[in-house]
Nanobody, 121 residues
Framework: QVQLVESGGASVQAGGSLTLSCAAS????????MAWFRQAPGKEREFVAA????????SYRDSVKGRFTVSRDNAKNTVYLQMNSLKPKDTAVYYC??????????????WGQGTQVTVSS
């Protein structure tokens, strides 16, 4: 079992930046893929980005490419999501997840509690 704790959510104006952190503890393995999902009010949870603990392979949803950057610090067991040029449509609760990889919720069986990101126009 992996425990995940997100932090860094805040309210910012459009065009601003935020960095979210996800600290992992417990049973961690290099084979895990760490992902960020988000859920806006009234909408389904959606994949945002993912990074492999082991080989560093990265993927993003199209709408965040060029604006968001996912990275990891293996020594700190922490994954980051750097978000630049934020837009009001990025407003959501952001969740960190650990699992086997993929872009579906079912691909991940460890979840954090979420952190709120609000972008005002």
């Amino acid at each position: 079992q992996v425990q995940l704790v997100e932090s860094g959510g805040a309210s910012v104006q459009a065009g601003g930046s935020l960095t979210l952190s996800c600290a992992a503890s417990g049973r961690t393995f290099s084979s895990y893929v760490m992902a960020w999902f988000r859920q806006a009010p009234g909408k389904e949870r959606e994949f945002v980005a993912a990074i492999s603990w082991g080989n560093g392979r990265i993927s993003y949803r199209d709408s965040v490419k060029g604006r968001f950057t996912v990275s990891r610090d293996n020594a700190k067991n922490t994954v980051y999501l750097q978000m630049n040029s934020l837009k009001p449509k990025d407003t959501a609760v952001y969740y960190c997840a650990a699992g086997s990889g993929g872009i579906g919720e079912g691909d991940y069986d460890n979840w954090g509690q979420g952190t709120q990101v609000t972008v005002s126009s």
